[in-house]
Antibody, heavy 121, light 112 residues
Framework: QVQLVQSGAEVKKPGASVTVSCKAS????????LHWVRQALGQGPEWVGI????????SYAQKFQGRVTLTRDTSTSTVYMELSSLKFEDTAVYYC??????????????WGQGTLVTVSS | DTVMTQSPDSLAVSLGERATINCKSS????????????LVWYQQKPGQPPRLLIS???TRDSGVPDRFSGSGSGTDFTLTISGLQAEDVAVYYC?????????FGQGTKVEI
């Protein structure tokens, strides 16, 4: 069965960087795009960006351009999200989510369990 | 960016009654060449990630009970839960995937 397992909760200071991992299993890793979506407490989800695990190509929401980097390791079927220059307002649960179609549809069918990133001084 | 606005923010419905949630996009998300609306609905329960319920505005995903239905086109969409069950208590989100950045509504909380 498809599973996306994320790394554990993080607490970071403003200005620091955080890296969250997402390990995929149960399907061919390079066949489906993976997205990152974040959700602040009590808010709607917010799309961060997408990575093509096959070639590594990425696209980011303009809001995060210059601060976010998505990478992948095909040997371990893992994608990574690094967010730098953290601000208090980056405090949120970060999810990885699989695109439901191999051709890319920007609709999410499987989600990781979420990783809480807390930015606190 | 395409702004998605849901209404109401919350609603309380009796068991077995109908719940209606609205979602309005700031620009049309209908692709006229395919006649498809790039609108999906998710359900989110506390402590869980969202679950895909409906795609293309009105197509139920596999395993989704038929009491969930979606309608609408262009900029105005509706999610209807006919015959609310206790397990339907959740927050519901619409999302457009017509253009990037992908955007979600702020959510509608459904309670008994």
């Amino acid at each position: 069965q498809v599973q996306l397992v994320q790394s554990g909760a993080e607490v970071k200071k403003p200005g620091a960087s955080v890296t969250v991992s997402c390990k995929a299993s149960g399907y061919t890793f390079t066949s489906y795009y993976l997205h990152w979506v974040r959700q602040a407490l009590g808010q709607g989800p917010e799309w961060v960006g997408i990575i093509n695990p096959s070639g590594g190509r990425t696209s980011y929401a303009q809001k995060f351009q210059g601060r976010v980097t998505l990478t992948r390791d095909t040997s371990t079927s893992t994608v990574y999200m690094e967010l730098s220059s953290l601000k208090f307002e980056d405090t949120a649960v970060y999810y990885c989510a699989r695109d439901r179609h191999q051709s890319g549809s920007d609709v999410f069918d499987y989600w990781g369990q979420g990783t809480l990133v807390t930015v606190s001084s | 960016d395409t702004v998605m606005t849901q209404s109401p923010d919350s609603l309380a419905v009796s068991l077995g009654e109908r719940a209606t949630i609205n979602c309005k996009s700031s620009q049309s998300i209908l692709d006229t060449s395919s006649n498809k609306n790039f609108l999906v609905w998710y359900q989110q329960k506390p402590g869980q990630p969202p679950r895909l319920l409906i795609s293309w505005a009105s197509t139920r995903d596999s395993g989704v009970p038929d009491r969930f239905s979606g309608s609408g086109s262009g900029t105005d969409f509706t999610l209807t839960i006919s015959g609310l069950q206790a397990e339907d208590v959740a927050v519901y989100y619409c999302q457009q995937h017509y253009t990037t950045p992908l955007t979600f509504g702020q959510g509608t909380k459904v309670e008994i």
